[in-house]
């Protein structure tokens, strides 16, 4: 199973650009934090290039249930025969080589339980994304997935012994196929798009977590998604299932180091709310600016259920995410908090889904945008309340920021009430940071970067307030770093 | 013991010259009004020498205490000292003027030094009672759908805070009913003493009956033509500024 890298993905010498951590406002995000790499040896390799043996080899490393390689064979001829969406989407997926990209590497197959046993390398790399302090200070669990599989996962004794399981894919498949197997891939089935294609042929990693009829996790459950190898793919497959009147609120992180060539992300993350669950998942992106950030999220939120998405994306080279949740039973509620922040050479394509399919039930997006010198930001949209239904509400905002003239921003809503007995309600708004507000704030002392960053915190502030504390801190320190990287 | 010297001063806005020759020297503990009429060049003057990016020096120059503040950006001018109530304060939305103020003065400080957070809110409570601003307020955005007399009460709170060396005080007493002129000139008489000067700019004497200054300039066609003490203020409220302005012309035709 061995296999040694091949002269052509070879890993770069290790850098350590961390220690000099340069802004470059050219090529945008600031990685002063997550851009630095170790220099690995993968036990595991799938090779470079996409084929049937790919996929063949993923699923004999994890040893999987016959069921699972035919789902994944299945996926690959649908994403084989799928053409890339650049009819409505950017040209700029077309400059994906599928050829070049590694689909699976890891050191082992079974995450770790404590620090300790983790390798020093992958150790280092969480530590200095400062995971193992987060987890002791306010997390309930916590895995960090590094490229294909996750190196460590825990949680704490106190959660799991309320029953709640929280594995990585390959193990909950494989140990709780009566859980999981039921839901997986049902709410975001295979074909919904070239990349779910992509990622079910693929899929290695991710957070399989059931949460038993009403216990309510207190603390949120994390996981940290970390890709150190170049030209690689990361495929992780989430599926979070809250029974009847349970609670859980999960988060993730993504960082990658800065290459001069394009890395792929492209998750698949489904949720299922049952009877009055809540679930609520907090994306922080903040991706070096090469990575393909493709992803397909989706919830379905049953009677009384309420799923929310907080979703900020940072970083990354076009990120394409919709978020949506299927209102499926009567007086679930769904919503979407959005933040995107496009710099310079960054692509912010992203926006909500909510599809109504019962009476009653509402559902709520607002979205803010930050366009940076040449930074571009998409907003799309798509409200769907058939006729039949009656009582249902939806709220649609957003709201778009630009920082300099070159900057751009397209907003495509697509709202599709039907019948008189439901309400839609959707505002908009583009502004500047106007040179005046500028002046006014240096006046008072603060540099321009930190009269940008201030402007900018200020857009998102009603936002940013939804997240737990030790997040919103996070975002604003992520948003001064760009802002000072703009400046100039 | 500082001084705001202006010497010279030429500031042109595009190829329009504005400011055509101003000098002034302010020392601490001083109040200097600037009175005339509209379109003289009395906000240019202030903005320049903030160093708002619109405006330009073609000649002459500003210093604090000898050195030339003209190489430094706004923020590094508000740094060593100075400090502009603007006419038309912009709005920050989202930002809350215990935040930006927080922000302002962590500015100030060395890298590497934090803010002490308790001691800042003891020191913001005292000035807002001093100014008779209710705490409330401080949690507002800055000058987000504020009212005229808000707008000005936030600069005043700001200006107390920011404790700089010289107020620039641009139109202050514009757009302001009697009891917020009241509360804005009670606000500025409470931080007069040795360690501020101010340039106050204004149209009208009506400011003047509530801080009242110790020297008094006519601005007319971007530079000083009439200097005196507190009663030239009044001799303008009498006369009118035609009186001035004939004054100016006589003088330009000999």
């Given at each position: 199973m061995k296999t040694s890298n091949d002269s052509e993905t070879v890993i770069a010498p290790a850098e350590e650009a961390a220690a000099n951590p340069t802004i470059n406002p050219v090529s945008g995000?600031?990685?002063?934090?997550?851009?630095f790499r170790y220099d690995m040896e993968y036990a595991f390799d799938a090779g470079t290039g996409l084929s049937e043996n790919t996929v063949r080899y993923i699923s004999g490393v994890k040893k999987e249930a016959p069921w699972i390689l035919e789902f994944r064979l299945k996926a690959l001829k649908t994403f084989l025969s799928k053409p890339m969406p650049t009819h409505w989407a950017?040209?700029?997926?077309?400059?994906?080589n599928f050829d070049k990209i590694r689909y699976y590497l890891s050191q082992g197959q079974k995450p770790k339980r404590?620090?300790?046993?983790?390798?020093d390398d992958i150790k280092k790399t969480f530590e200095r994304l400062g995971i193992p302090e987060q987890e002791r200070k306010f997390l309930a669990g916590v895995e960090a997935q590094f490229d294909s599989e996750a190196a460590y996962s825990n949680i704490k004794d106190l959660v799991s012994k309320q029953g709640v399981i929280f594995v990585n894919s390959t193990e909950g498949l494989r140990e709780h196929p009566e859980i999981f197997k039921k839901f997986f891939g049902k709410v975001?089935?295979?074909?919904?798009?070239k990349f779910s294609a992509l990622n079910s042929a693929v899929f290695s990693g991710g957070s399989f977590i059931y949460v038993p009829p009403?216990?309510?996790?207190a603390q949120p459950l994390q996981a940290y998604f970390r890709i150190n190898a170049e030209n690689f793919g990361q495929f992780e497959r989430t599926l979070i299932i809250a029974d009847e009147g349970a609670e859980v609120t999960y988060m993730e992180g993504c960082t990658a180091p800065k290459f001069s060539t394009s890395t792929l992300h492209s998750a698949v993350v489904e949720l299922v709310a049952l009877k009055g669950a809540k679930i609520q998942y907090i994306t922080v992106q903040n991706w070096s600016a090469n990575v393909f950030n493709l992803v397909t999220k989706r919830g379905i939120a049953h009677e009384m259920a309420h799923i929310k998405w907080i979703d900020c994306n940072i970083g990354s080279r076009l990120t394409m995410k919709y978020p949506g949740v299927?209102?499926?039973?009567?007086?679930a509620r769904g919503e979407v908090i959005s933040i995107a922040l496009a710099n310079d050479g960054q692509h912010q394509d992203t926006g909500a889904k909510m599809i109504h399919a019962a009476d009653e039930t509402t559902s709520n997006i607002v979205a803010k945008s930050i366009s940076v010198g040449q930074g571009r930001s998409t907003y799309r949209g798509l409200v769907h309340i058939p006729k039949?239904?009656?009582?249902c509400k939806n709220n649609t905002e957003c709201d778009a920021l630009l920082i300099n003239t070159n900057s751009r921003t397209d907003t495509y809503p697509a709202i599709t009430v039907r019948g008189d007995r439901n309400s839609v309600q959707h505002e908009a708004s583009v502004s500047k940071v106007n040179e005046e507000m500028i002046f006014y704030m240096q006046q008072r002392g603060l540099t321009e970067g930190q009269a940008m960053s201030l402007a900018v915190n200020g857009f998102i502030n009603d936002l940013a307030r939804q997240f737990p504390m030790e997040y919103s801190v996070e975002l604003k320190r992520l948003i001064d770093l760009e802002m000072e990287g703009s400046v100039g | 013991m500082s001084s705001l010297e202006i010497k010279n001063l030429h500031v042109a806005i595009g190829e329009k010259e504005?400011?055509?020759?101003f000098t002034l020297t302010i020392n601490s503990g001083e109040v200097h009004a600037v009175m005339g009429p509209n379109g003289t060049g009395k906000s240019t003057l202030s903005k320049a020498i903030a160093g708002h990016?619109?405006?330009?020096?073609?000649s002459g120059d500003v210093l604090i205490d000898g050195q030339?503040?003209?190489?430094?950006e706004p923020d590094e001018r508000a740094r060593a000292g100075i400090f502009l109530a603007f006419q038309y304060p912009s709005e920050i939305p989202g930002v809350s003027i215990a935040n930006f103020l927080r922000g302002a003065l962590q500015a100030r400080m060395a890298e590497g030094e934090e803010l002490d957070a308790s001691a800042y809110y003891k020191r913001l409570y005292q000035k807002m009672d001093l100014l008779k601003i209710?705490?409330?307020?401080?949690?507002?955005?800055?000058?987000?759908?504020?009212?005229g007399g808000e707008k000005k009460r936030c600069e005043i709170l700001q200006m107390a805070m920011l404790e700089p060396k010289f107020a620039l005080m641009d139109?202050?007493?514009?757009?302001?009913?009697i009891d917020a002129l009241r509360i804005v000139a009670d606000g500025v008489n409470a931080m007069r003493g040795p360690t501020l000067g101010v340039l106050l700019i204004t149209h009208?004497?009506?400011l003047l009956d509530y801080i009242v200054p110790d020297h008094v300039h006519v601005m007319y066609d971007g530079r000083i033509v009439k200097s005196g003490d507190k009663s030239l203020a009044l001799e303008l409220e009498a006369k009118g500024y035609d009186w001035v302005k004939k004054e100016f012309a006589e003088a330009n035709a000999r």
């Open positions: 995000i600031d990685q002063s934090s997550g851009n950017t040209k700029d997926l077309e400059n994906i404590t620090w300790d046993e983790v390798p975001i089935p295979t074909g919904d798009n009403g216990v309510k996790v299927v209102l499926k039973g009567r007086k039949h239904l009656k009582g | 504005i400011v055509k020759g990016p619109d405006y330009t020096i073609t030339s503040i003209l190489e430094q209710d705490r409330k307020f401080t949690s507002r955005s800055v000058n987000d759908g504020f009212s139109e202050t007493d514009s757009g302001l009913d009208y004497q009506r």
